[in-house]
């Protein structure tokens, strides 16, 4: 059974740090792109951030650039996002998310998700 586990969410002041992480079992990820997702109350899952199965390269959405980086390591099958500046608006659940195709910034160009991971940030 294919699992992406998330933790490292919590509680946070703005201008504060956290560092999430994904593990994945189940089988192997050989290939495939890791991403993360986040949900805020009423509003649709958006794209933050995604990496390749080497880890030598990645893309994020403009709204995290330069505060967010994603890594991964392979020989612990798990993928990690580092969130620095967290703002208020960074508020959401984040979700960890594998698929086949590059370059992906949708929902469904993803097959496998996590159960999610809630991130506060307050003012």
């Known amino acids: 059974q294919v699992q992406l586990v998330e933790s490292g969410g919590g509680l946070v002041q703005a201008g504060g740090s956290l560092r999430l992480s994904c593990a994945a079992s189940?089988?192997?990820?050989?290939?495939?792109?890791m991403a993360w997702f986040r949900q805020a109350p009423g509003k649709e899952r958006e794209f933050v951030a995604a990496?390749?199965?080497?880890?030598?390269?990645?893309y994020s959405a403009n709204s995290v650039k330069g505060r967010f980086t994603i890594s991964r390591d392979i020989g612990k099958n798990t993928v990690y996002l580092q969130m620095n500046s967290l703002k208020p608006e960074d508020t959401a659940i984040y979700y960890c998310?594998?698929?086949?195709?590059?370059?992906?910034?949708?929902?469904?160009?993803?097959?496998?998700w996590g159960q999610g991971t809630q991130v506060t940030v307050s003012s």
């Open positions: 189940g089988r192997t990820f050989r290939g495939y792109t």
């Open positions: 990496i390749n199965w080497s880890g030598g390269n990645t």
């Open positions: 998310a594998a698929g086949v195709a590059w370059g992906g910034r949708g929902p469904s160009d993803y097959n496998y």
